[in-house]
Every structure is written in structure tokens, then in C-alpha cells.
């Protein structure tokens, strides 16, 4: 195996998922916005070449109810984050992978901006000798994480779900001297003036 995308969500489930805008949607309206954009996520991801890898890396295991199951193939194993928190998950499955891989993306589902050639091009920044490529996202964290070796400083110590987050990254990456390239700026859906703009994009789109 060459190259692998690894999908990081939660199964779409009331009250579970995007609890940043449960206060001002309440959990199904929260709930349908995850699960619009863990479908957009899903159906980009199909249109990536077949020679590229994908995985689905859930916080929980599915149960029938959850309205992802129809996606599950053998081209698209599913499993399960190990660790106790963002940083531990995200070390746990990009150090097992890159055993097996020669680069490894992990994305989420909360960028409805994410494109397929997006990856293509983070791709193409690990095999022209970077050793890792990172998606910034509006908010001062980052939509998409790849790497060609495993760099567990990334993972520890971290401001998760902060605006410091990119930041502190690339401090530690400049401190390391590790090569990296930065993609483009995308957004992200987390809190309730994201799901604005997801509105707005909705009815362009």
C-alpha cells in the first residue's frame, strides 16, 4: 500500500455529534448537519483514484440504526480510535499506518470544502520529499494532517480544538526541522456562525 486516507468521525448519532452547536440548534438539527457533511465527505472521497486507500477510523463501533453502514466495503475497512484523547487517536493510527503506507491523510467530515484534488495535492507534497503536508482551516486548526513519517511531537501537548492549534504545529515542525508544505485555507462547520456560511454555500452549490 502507497497511499491512505483514514476518515476520523463520529457515527451520526442525536446528542453525540457536534456538541458545539447543540445549544443553539438542538440535537437533530446538530445531528442533520453532521450527517450532510459526513455524506458530502463520504461521496468525495469516491471519487479519488482506486489506487488510494481509504479507511473509516470511528470513535465508536456502528449499530444498525446509524445511517453510514451503506458505505462499508471491503475497499473501505472500517475501524475503531484508540487512545484517550484527539492527539493519542490521531498518533495511535498515523504510527500503525505508516507501517503499511508509505504517506498517510487523516481528514474529518467538517470541511464541506474539502476536495477530492485537495488530497491529490497533499499527496503530491509527501512524494516531492515533504515529510508532512497540513490543511489549514479558518479557525487556526487544520482540516487535513499528512504524513510520510510518524512525528509524535504533533500529538502531544496540544491545544486541540483551539485557534492556536496550527500554530503550535508549526512551531514544533520549524523546531524539529521537519519539511512540510501548507496547503490552501479551507473552513470548517463547528460552531453556530459556521453553519451560516454552510448555508450560504449550500444554496451556491
Known amino acids: 500500500m502507497q497511499q491512505l486516507v483514514i476518515l476520523f468521525t463520529k457515527p451520526p448519532r442525536a446528542g453525540a455529534v457536534k456538541t458545539r452547536l447543540i445549544p443553539a440548534l438542538g440535537e437533530q438539527r446538530a445531528l442533520s448537519v453532521h450527517q450532510w457533511l459526513l455524506d458530502r465527505t463520504l461521496m468525495m472521497m469516491q471519487q479519488l483514484p482506486v489506487s488510494i486507500k481509504v479507511q473509516l477510523c470511528l470513535t465508536e463501533p456502528l449499530i444498525a ?3 453510514l453502514s451503506r458505505y462499508y466495503s471491503e475497499q473501505w475497512p ?6 484517550n484523547d484527539l492527539g ?5 493510527a498515523l504510527k500503525l499506518n ?6 498517510v491523510l487523516i481528514i474529518g467530515s467538517d470541511c464541506p470544502v474539502l476536495t477530492s484534488d485537495y ?3 497533499a499527496f503530491s507534497a509527501l512524494e516531492h520529499k515533504s515529510d508532512a503536508v497540513i490543511g489549514p482551516a479558518a479557525d487556526g486548526g487544520y ?3 499528512g504524513l510520510s513519517r510518524f512525528i509524535p511531537e504533533l500529538f502531544f501537548n496540544m491545544p486541540w480544538s483551539t485557534p492556536q492549534l496550527l500554530s503550535n504545529t508549526l512551531v514544533k ?12 485555507e479551507l473552513w470548517d462547520v463547528d460552531v453556530p456562525a459556521d453553519v451560516k456560511r454552510l448555508e450560504r454555500f449550500h444554496l451556491r452549490d
Do not use: F, M
Open 65 to 67: 440504526s446509524d445511517k
Open 78 to 83: 472500517l475501524c475503531l480510535q484508540q487512545g
Open 88 to 92: 493519542e487517536r490521531l498518533a495511535n
Open 98 to 103: 505508516l507501517t503499511q503506507a508509505n504517506h
Open 119 to 121: 488530497i491529490l495535492r
Open 143 to 145: 482540516v487535513l494532517l
Open 173 to 184: 515542525l520549524n523546531r524539529l526541522q521537519v519539511s512540510y508544505q501548507l496547503l490552501p
